[in-house]
């Protein structure tokens, strides 16, 4: 197991770098190619094995290429109609599974509105914030991604190329997250009394923006593409205070965090507290485009013609939901065991390996949605990058692919299934190229 280069992959690359744009493609892209994959484990068109700890991005949270059922329910719909139409026409398909979906939803959610990926997810719920409060301004966090559209990159301030040259933006505003490790007010939790809470009270609402004019708070009960960051649950509760309070939805983006991937399906859940709007996307689909934006019922309904889309709602789509919706469900106690069990191992020896090397500044995470950040010494904290993508590469080059995030982190999010062995596995790669790094085997940053 392990990377052999091949002219095979690097005729691959070159072909893609003549003829699409570069896009999130960087210095910390591996060599990659995909070809196939099953379970816990995938493989390039040279046949090079790998342990899955990406999950392609969280999308394949029971598995590499889904489950044989899955598969079997894509095939079959495949064979009878791919697309409907359904945001024009009716189909019973969209309609069963929305009825299933809100199954998992607390109770007093009855809206659903689908879609094809976690942004458009997020900008549909912009748009029914803003219609259904009559309130033109939302709110999100430093740090969080709620996609790349323009509605919903407005929300988003993770980094700036993701938003250099694109604006101006939507009427967004933005408060600091709570991010312990690194407390933008120098503090420590919980000591700190919450001054992140605080913050948004005597600062975003007060001199940034009148709390009558926001419709919406945008909130990743676990911030993603921002370091796999883990805020307390006073946090989290007290940004559904004021939300209550001020007569502003609380909008929970489960983009990333949902699906079981926390041991919940809901992340939320985890902090005892309930969202006005859900959006949910990569798992989803079980590896085919889906998005969803689920509303609680009383907030009303949209007018028609107010919103729509072209596949939202797409057939072998909501065929391949569905039918992974039925097994989770069918399996929910072993894949909630699966994740909490396997999440404490891989935290466990994530708490050695801090221990054990300088430059392992920060472990954190939810079940099985983990972040490692990387420093170039504990004392400073500063941000090592280049330790970061040493690891990264050491990794995939031993047999291990892996995913960045933040502006130090890597996350590990394997399939909840993935066998204890694969994952013993994998720890022992990522530990072998951290001791390397740490040795200071890579260029200075």
């Given at each position: 197991?392990?990377?052999?280069?091949?002219?095979?992959?690097?005729?691959?690359?070159?072909?893609?770098?003549?003829?699409?744009?570069?896009?999130?493609?960087?210095?910390?892209?591996?060599?990659?190619?995909?070809?196939?994959?099953?379970?816990?484990?995938?493989?390039?068109?040279?046949?090079?094995?790998?342990?899955?700890?990406?999950?392609?991005?969280?999308?394949?949270?029971?598995?590499?290429?889904?489950?044989?059922?899955?598969?079997?329910?894509?095939?079959?719909?495949?064979?009878?109609?791919?697309?409907?139409?359904?945001?024009?026409?009716?189909?019973?398909?969209?309609?069963?599974?929305?009825?299933?979906?809100?199954?998992?939803?607390?109770?007093?959610?009855?809206?659903?509105?689908?879609?094809?990926?976690?942004?458009?997810?997020?900008?549909?719920?912009?748009?029914?914030?803003?219609?259904?409060?009559?309130?033109?301004?939302?709110?999100?966090?430093?740090?969080?991604?709620?996609?790349?559209?323009?509605?919903?990159?407005?929300?988003?301030?993770?980094?700036?190329?993701?938003?250099?040259?694109?604006?101006?933006f939507a009427g967004a505003v933005h408060a600091p997250y709570a991010y312990c490790y690194r407390c933008p007010f120098g503090k420590e939790y919980p000591s700190c009394g919450l001054a992140c809470v605080d913050y948004i009270k005597?600062?975003?609402?007060?001199?940034?923006?009148?709390?009558?004019?926001?419709?919406?708070?945008?909130?990743?009960?676990?911030?993603?593409?921002?370091?796999?960051?883990?805020?307390?649950?006073?946090?989290?509760?007290?940004?559904?205070?004021?939300?209550?309070?001020?007569?502003?939805?609380?909008?929970?983006?489960?983009?990333?965090?949902?699906?079981?991937?926390?041991?919940?399906?809901?992340?939320?859940?985890?902090?005892?507290?309930?969202?006005?709007?859900?959006?949910?996307?990569?798992?989803?689909?079980?590896?085919?485009?889906?998005?969803?934006?689920?509303?609680?019922?009383?907030?009303?309904?949209?007018?028609?013609?107010?919103?729509?889309?072209?596949?939202?709602?797409?057939?072998?789509?909501?065929?391949?939901?569905?039918a992974q919706l039925g097994y989770l469900k069918s399996h929910m106690a072993s894949l909630e065991s699966q994740s909490k069990h396997k999440g404490r191992l891989i935290m466990k020896r994530l708490e050695m390996l801090k221990e054990?090397?300088?430059?392992?500044?920060?472990?954190?995470?939810?079940?099985?949605?983990?972040?490692?950040?990387?420093?170039?010494?504990?004392?400073?904290?500063?941000?090592?990058?280049?330790?970061?993508?040493?690891?990264?590469?050491?990794?995939?080059?031993?047999?291990?692919?892996?995913?960045?995030?933040?502006?130090?982190?890597?996350?590990?999010?394997?399939?909840?299934?993935?066998?204890?062995?694969?994952?013993?596995?994998?720890?022992?790669?990522?530990?072998?190229?951290?001791?390397?790094?740490?040795?200071?085997?890579?260029?200075?940053?």
């Amino acid at each position: 197991m392990g990377f052999k280069p091949s002219k095979k992959i690097d005729r691959v690359i070159q072909r893609d770098r003549k003829v699409l744009m570069t896009t999130t493609k960087g210095s910390d892209t591996v060599p990659f190619v995909a070809a196939k994959g099953d379970g816990e484990f995938v493989y390039d068109i040279s046949g090079n094995r790998f342990i899955d700890f990406s999950s392609f991005i969280a999308v394949y949270n029971l598995g590499v290429n889904s489950t044989g059922v899955v598969r079997e329910a894509i095939k079959r719909q495949a064979g009878r109609l791919m697309h409907s139409a359904f945001t024009d026409y009716y189909a019973e398909e969209p309609v069963r599974f929305a009825e299933n979906l809100l199954t998992m939803f607390p109770d007093g959610f009855g809206r659903v509105f689908f879609s094809n990926s976690g942004t458009e997810a997020n900008e549909a719920a912009i748009k029914f914030a803003r219609y259904l409060t009559k309130r033109q301004y939302l709110m999100g966090f430093y740090g969080g991604f709620h996609g790349r559209t323009m509605g919903s990159l407005s929300l988003t301030a993770s980094k700036n190329v993701q938003r250099e040259r694109f604006g101006p933006f939507a009427g967004a505003v933005h408060a600091p997250y709570a991010y312990c490790y690194r407390c933008p007010f120098g503090k420590e939790y919980p000591s700190c009394g919450l001054a992140c809470v605080d913050y948004i009270k005597k600062t975003t609402l007060s001199k940034d923006v009148s709390p009558r004019e926001v419709s919406a708070i945008f909130l990743e009960p676990v911030q993603g593409e921002g370091g796999y960051i883990v805020p307390p649950a006073d946090f989290v509760r007290g940004i559904r205070e004021i939300a209550s309070d001020n007569g502003i939805l609380l909008v929970a983006d489960e983009v990333q965090s949902g699906y079981m991937r926390t041991g919940k399906f809901l992340a939320l859940d985890h902090f005892a507290v309930k969202a006005d709007i859900y959006t949910m996307a990569k798992a989803v689909g079980a590896g085919l485009p889906m998005g969803v934006t689920v509303a609680r019922s009383s907030l009303g309904d949209m007018p028609e013609g107010a919103h729509s889309n072209t596949f939202g709602g797409n057939l072998v789509a909501v065929a391949a939901a569905q039918a992974q919706l039925g097994y989770l469900k069918s399996h929910m106690a072993s894949l909630e065991s699966q994740s909490k069990h396997k999440g404490r191992l891989i935290m466990k020896r994530l708490e050695m390996l801090k221990e054990r090397y300088e430059i392992v500044g920060d472990v954190r995470g939810l079940g099985m949605m983990i972040g490692i950040e990387f420093v170039r010494d504990k004392k400073s904290k500063q941000p090592a990058e280049a330790h970061r993508n040493a690891v990264l590469r050491e990794c995939f080059y031993n047999g291990l692919l892996m995913l960045p995030c933040g502006v130090s982190s890597l996350r590990i999010i394997p399939p909840i299934t993935i066998s204890i062995k694969s994952l013993e596995s994998g720890l022992d790669i990522l530990e072998s190229a951290i001791s390397k790094s740490n040795k200071g085997n890579l260029p200075k940053a």
